[in-house]
């Protein structure tokens, strides 16, 4: 059993005990998994378990974009939202600039970023949410 001790319960059994923790530290995090989530799938072949770990890890590593031209104009902010992650592109440079995104699972997406401005984006969608005038 996992306990979460100076560390967040992300996912949980159906009995409430956790099935994984994260633990935030400066600018990074680690998870920990419960060795009975693995076992339960495989021993069990139980769909809920494997539909949890999807959405506790695999979701969120093919989400994690990065900005393959940041420089010391344009920059990447992700946010969270409780329908998803958003992601700040800001250029402070006095040219409007093409960001380009790229996740872990290859998938990749361009955005115009007008000159001294930031538009919001979905990382789940990919779709340009708004932009505001700094």
């Known amino acids: 059993m996992l306990e979460p001790v100076g560390a967040k ?4 059994w159906p009995d409430g005990v956790p099935a994984m923790t994260r633990h935030n530290m400066g600018a990074g995090a680690t998870c920990r998994i419960g060795t009975t989530f693995f076992q339960r799938y495989f021993v069990e072949m139980d769909a809920d378990a494997l539909a949890l770990f999807h959405q506790l890890i695999v979701g969120r590593l093919r989400r ?3 900005l393959e031209n940041a420089g010391a104009e344009l920059r990447l902010r992700r946010l969270r939202a409780d329908d998803g992650e958003i992601g700040v592109l800001i250029n402070s440079g006095i040219k409007s600039t093409t960001a380009r995104l790229v996740f872990p699972d290859g998938q990749s997406a361009s955005f115009r970023v007008p000159a001294r ?3 919001l984006v979905s990382l789940d969608t990919l779709s340009i949410l708004g932009d505001w005038h700094t």
């Open 64 to 66: 994690k974009p990065r």
């Open 9 to 12: 319960a992300n996912g949980f």
């Open 117 to 119: 401005d930031a538009i």
